[in-house]
């Protein structure tokens, strides 16, 4: 299908029926990403308070939660303030139901659920409006390079198993010009017919997980086919930690520009990077981030835990909310690419991907990709890896190989993760044929047992 069919035919009049404005928040996000920080920080704290004081008057949850905290919401004047409030955790949200909900709230409302690779899936109520920005958002970034709606795209992402979910899905996908590519069943005979029809009709873009573009790629490489001969120009990660070695893999098969999108399903892209100088602009038109070291602000290049507050969900907003995710602020200097919108420095993953070893210290599951980085160098065969913890000092370190790795290559394996883990640590290097993904399909590096579940506060 034509982009512009795709656009102008299918999306945008369907939207407007379903009465959200796209264009407009579009309009609007495109002028705002121009204006100085100063002129987007005093509207953002206009937004903030606005919403702050509806959600006290009208929405059930917040006006008791607010109440009992014996907190004015009035003395809140902008993100600075932030700190008078309550945290609002995964498991109070998955509690409160529709008392999120405003009680004179008018228009209606999209169904948004989390995929729950992480733990139990969320159910979220979103405004009509809210939604058309997130949307907005998103396709604000895009266009950043090259891409707009309509645009052909491939899409590695995991398909709902609910017939009727799916049945929506594929209509979705059909208006907006997607063709989707299942990363739970890549097996040879469909990444082949994959491989075909995106020779076809070749994307713009593939947009998903980095694990299953990696796969797609590796599994036509070694078919002798050409992954640059899938025809996209970028590739858009979405969904997973984005690990430095898949980065590399990922631009040279398919010759492409890699994107890392940051964003979650409960609030949308939190950040994407620029497409001049690849520092991550964060969508401070559409949130409030708060970085936390503990109680306080993190500073500019120090590890924090995200906590957002949405600025256009005023019927039923996430006010103070912790995502779980750790990222580093970056220096607060503007970028130089002309745009208004602040910076991250990176994105370091979830905290449930925080290792406690036994003696206390923290160690991010991030340590596995470089270990298994590095070794590939010396072992190029090495295609994937996971790591299980069983208890605080007991691992064990699944490896997919082209080529069976003797007991020489293992202990050189399981010596250089001990080199960082410390000699104490009980590891178990194993080979095996295939890693399994969840049902969302991805494909976590990082798989903590009940045994060892135990989040790590430090990081709170």
């Not at 008078?84 to 509690?95: D, Q, S």
């Not at 405004?127 to 709606?149: E, F, Q, T, V």
């Not at 898949?246 to 409960?266: I, K």
């Not at 080979?431 to 430090?458: H, T």
Request: aromatic share 8%; net charge positive; hydrophobic share 40%.
């Amino acid at each position: 299908m034509r982009a512009w069919v795709s656009k102008h035919l299918l999306y945008l009049p369907l939207q407007a029926l379903r009465g959200e404005r796209v264009l407009r928040h579009l309009r609007d996000l495109e002028a705002s990403q121009w204006e100085s920080r100063e002129v987007l920080a005093e509207r953002q704290a206009l937004r903030l308070r606005q919403t702050l004081l509806r959600a006290a008057r009208e929405v059930p949850f917040y006006r008791d939660r607010f109440g009992a905290a014996g907190v004015d919401v009035a003395a809140v004047r902008g993100p600075e303030d932030l700190a008078r409030l309550p945290i609002l955790e995964k498991a109070e949200l998955r509690a409160a139901g529709r008392r999120l909900v405003a009680a004179a709230a008018g228009g209606r409302f999209d169904r948004r659920r989390t995929s729950g690779s992480t733990g139990v899936p969320l159910l979220l109520l979103k405004p009509r409006d809210a939604s058309a920005r997130i949307r907005a958002i998103w396709y604000r970034y895009l266009r950043w390079y090259g891409i707009d709606i309509g645009s052909r795209q491939a899409r590695l992402l995991g398909h709902p198993v609910d017939r009727r979910a799916r049945l929506r899905e594929d209509l979705q996908d059909l208006i907006l010009n997607k063709h989707r590519l299942d990363p739970v069943h890549l097996t040879p005979e469909r990444m082949r017919g994959y491989f075909a029809a995106l020779r076809r009709t070749p994307p713009t873009h593939f947009y998903g997980y980095p694990s299953a573009m990696e796969a797609f790629a590796r599994f036509l490489i070694e078919d002798g086919a050409d992954p640059r001969r899938c025809g996209a120009g970028v590739l858009v990660c979405t969904g997973e930690t984005l690990h430095a070695f898949q980065r590399d893999f990922l631009a040279a098969s398919y010759g492409a520009r890699v994107v890392n999108e940051y964003g979650c399903t409960e609030a949308g892209v939190i950040a994407f990077p620029c497409p001049e100088q690849g520092r991550l602009h964060v969508s401070v038109d559409n949130l409030v981030i708060e970085v936390l070291a503990g109680d306080r602000a993190a500073r500019p290049g120090e590890p924090g835990e995200v906590v957002l507050t949405e600025l256009y969900s005023a019927d039923a907003p996430l006010v103070r909310y912790r995502l779980g995710d750790v990222v580093v602020p970056d220096e607060a200097r503007p970028c130089p690419c002309g745009r208004g919108l602040p910076t991250l420095a990176r994105i370091d993953g979830r905290t449930s991907e925080m290792i406690r070893l036994g003696d206390g210290r923290l160690v991010h599951s991030e340590v596995f990709a470089y270990l298994a980085d590095a070794f590939s160098t010396r072992h190029p065969g090495i295609r994937n890896f996971r790591v299980r913890q069983a208890q605080a000092d007991d691992f064990r370190l699944e490896l997919v190989a082209a080529e069976t790795l003797g007991a020489e290559a293992l202990a050189a394996i399981a010596a250089l993760a001990r080199g960082v883990l410390g000699a104490g640590v009980r590891l178990e290097v194993r080979q095996v044929p295939r890693l399994e993904r969840d049902s969302s399909g991805k494909l976590r590096y990082f798989v903590r047992d009940r045994a060892a579940a135990k989040e790590p506060e430090e990081v709170r």
